[in-house]
């Protein structure tokens, strides 16, 4: 969940139960320490359940992301494929959670690791997705995310790629396009095909586009939504 304030931050967390990390994008801060600055409020409202963002995945942001998670070292980080070897290194631990953002081709079981900064402007780098888990691992990276999924536009390919996070004990957050109405059955696909940690990003279709903040209603249900299908797994 993105939160529009510290205030939106603590409710969300609160209503969540402590189980979501609230996404802060470097993207929206001048410098580093301006970003420092402030994530540091939203560390403290939320057990240090901060997820340090990029901004739509824009690949411009990977250094920032690494320079300030760094610093701040929050449960998690967003990275572009090419970032997530940087990240790793200056966090200078295993504990939080890194992931690696890897698109869809609209062929199954083939996905596009070319989402850094220079690699984006080139033609798609297509491997198999166990080839691009296995590059994240070596690299450091605790998940894969595939971005922009578009909900459930490529709902066989999303299979694909969670049935291979399963296989090679690999975490997965499904990003992209992800609502009320899609949340049930992208999560259902994750955990009937056996992913240990499932993160979906939800982030703009529960924002009050009025205020700029996170509805805290829609992130009740959500979480109500994920209790159900984890208990029922």
């Known amino acids: 969940m993105l939160a529009g304030s510290v205030d939106n931050a603590e409710e969300i967390y609160k209503v969540a139960e402590g189980h979501v990390v609230v996404g ?4 929206n801060y001048s410098s580093d320490d301006a970003a420092i600055e402030d994530m540091k409020r939203y560390q403290k ?32 980080v967003n990275q572009v494929f090419t970032g997530v070897g940087t990240s790793r290194a200056l966090i200078g631990q295993n504990e939080t959670a890194i ?8 062929k199954v079981g083939i996905v596009n690791i070319a989402t850094g900064p220079l690699s984006s402007q080139q033609p798609a780098a297509e491997v198999p997705v166990e080839t691009a888990i296995a590059l994240l691992q070596d690299m450091g990276a605790t998940s894969f995310k595939f971005f922009p999924m578009g909900g459930l536009k490529h709902e066989d390919e999303f299979k694909a790629v969670a049935e291979a996070c399963a296989k090679y004990d690999f975490n997965l957050e499904p990003t992209g396009g992800i609502d009320l109405d899609n949340f049930e059955e992208i999560l259902q696909i994750a955990l009937d095909a056996g992913v240990k940690q499932v993160i979906p990003h939800i982030y703009s279709s ?28």
């Open 24 to 27: 802060v994008l470097t993207k």
């Open 45 to 76: 409202v939320t057990e240090n359940a901060i997820s340090v963002g990029l901004g739509a995945g824009d690949p411009k942001q990977s250094q920032m992301v690494s320079r300030v998670s760094a610093v701040l070292q929050p449960q998690h």
């Open 99 to 106: 992931n690696g953002l890897v698109s869809p081709t609209g």
């Open 206 to 233: 529960i924002i009050d586009k009025e205020t700029g903040l996170t509805r805290p209603e829609d992130v009740e249900q959500l979480w109500a939504i994920t209790k159900r299908l984890v208990d029922a797994q």
